[in-house]
């Protein structure tokens, strides 16, 4: 079963940014690269 990590991903990120603002940047770009990895290989 594959279990869906966009959605997953989004929260921690948005969780993060309300918790530490000046990280904003950094949990972007982790963002980005995990979507882009995944979208990868599938």
Known sequence: MHLQ???ILALIAG???LIYPKIL???VAIYLIA???LG???
């Open 5 to 7: 990590l966009q959605p």
């Open 35 to 37: 979507v882009g990895v």
């Open 25 to 27: 940047n950094f949990v």
């Open 15 to 17: 969780i993060l940014i």
């Open 40 to 42: 990868l290989l599938r």
